[in-house]
């Protein structure tokens, strides 16, 4: 993914490219096992690039299942 999003990148590099992604993926985590796509980047793009987490006090979230049917995560 980090690699594919660089590449994108390239076609036109005055432009900013937005990736939306569940906090575990955007985090720059390096040691993590393996590495989020987060750690991917910086390790591309140094501090260009910028992670941004979401959070909520409460509500819930909507998600794809393996059957493709939507569902609810409390």
């Known amino acids: 993914m980090a690699e594919l999003l660089t590449?994108?990148?390239?076609f036109d590099p005055?432009?900013?490219?937005?990736?939306?992604?569940?906090?575990l993926h955007v985090m720059n985590l390096p040691d993590r096992s393996p590495p989020a796509a987060g750690a991917w980047l910086r390790r591309m793009l140094g501090e260009k690039y910028q992670s941004v987490g979401v959070f909520?006090?409460?509500g819930a979230a909507r998600a794809w299942d393996p059957d493709l049917?939507?569902?609810v995560i409390p």
């Open 56 to 58: 909520s006090y409460d």
């Open 69 to 71: 049917a939507i569902g």
């Open 14 to 23: 005055r432009r900013a490219v937005l990736y939306l992604a569940h906090n």
């Open 7 to 10: 590449r994108y990148a390239e």
